[in-house]
């Protein structure tokens, strides 16, 4: 089978999209994850396939595939990045919906940046002690669509992502499915930089949507941060995290950032 496929990257977190609105791909983890592996592969964090939305609840559905082929509930950054491949593909004017596996996402357009409505974050847990390999952690959670843990510090240069990331990610606390991990430094009011190991990559991406508004909103829960929320990420670009917060609980989640196309091509799988 030969795949036509659109390169794609949201902040540095990149990905292959795939028109598949005849249903005719069927890929299996393991196809998913040779087209994502960096050596025999295009190489990407996660795929992208865009169907019909059965449900009738979206205008569109994704299926999404991690790059170790495992299947993803959401991804903030390439939502942005889905957002703009249906806009370019279908001619949508203003603002389009689609279904993910976390439920419907929203976008709306502003030039090559994207802002997305994102589900209602929940299961919000603060200053949990985790014992790890250098001590007991304090640790913050928030689902923001997949799981995140939130850990504050002082460098994020210094941060063992890939080690402690790991860790954290397999921890017997956040079992049986595991959980993001973002490493988080704040810099000024209303400002944070985040780095992130991410679930199903298992390794750190350059950016991570969901887990920097999951960031975010740990930070205003904590810190006192008002929105909207600017997030540096390790690929260098800045995303913005807006919401509504009232009694403690966050409402209108929205995630903007850019969304760029990188090339086309095809590749045999």
């Known amino acids: 089978m030969v795949l036509e496929f659109t390169k794609m990257n949201g902040a540095g977190n990149d990905f292959v999209v795939v028109d598949n609105r005849d249903q005719k791909i069927r890929l299996t983890p393991e196809q998913a994850a040779k087209i994502c592996d960096r050596h025999r592969g295009v190489g990407a964090d996660g795929i992208m396939l865009l169907i019909h939305c059965a449900s009738g609840k979206a205008d569109w559905a994704w299926e999404f595939f991690n790059s170790d ?21 279908t001619g949508a004017k203003g603002a389009i919906t689609f279904e993910t596996v976390a439920g419907v996402i929203s976008a709306s357009f502003q030039g090559e940046r994207v802002t997305i409505n994102l589900t209602a974050p929940k299961d919000l847990r603060l200053n949990e002690s985790v014992a790890l390999k250098t001590g007991a952690t304090t640790i913050h959670s928030l689902n923001t669509g997949v799981p995140h843990a939130v850990v504050f510090v002082e460098d994020a240069d210094q941060a063992m992502v890939q ?4 860790e954290v990610r397999y921890h017997a606390h956040f079992s049986p499915k595991g959980t993001n991990v973002n490493f988080v430094q704040v810099l ?12 199903g990559v298992e390794g750190e991406t350059l950016a991570c949507g969901t887990g920097v508004t999951a960031s975010a909103l740990v930070s ?50």
């Open 69 to 89: 082929g495992s299947r993803a509930d959401m991804c903030g950054n390439g939502a942005r990045c889905f957002a703009r491949f249906i806009q370019k593909l």
């Open 163 to 166: 080690s402690s990331g790991s």
């Open 188 to 199: 000024g009011a209303n400002s944070i930089r985040v780095r992130t190991y991410e679930r």
């Open 220 to 269: 205003a829960s904590l810190k006192n941060f008002k929105s909207p929320v600017e997030i540096q990420v390790q690929g260098g670009d800045l995303l913005e995290v807006s919401f509504d917060e009232a009694n403690g609980a966050f409402e209108n989640v929205r995630l903007t950032g850019p969304a760029d196309f990188v090339f086309e091509g095809k590749i045999q799988v």
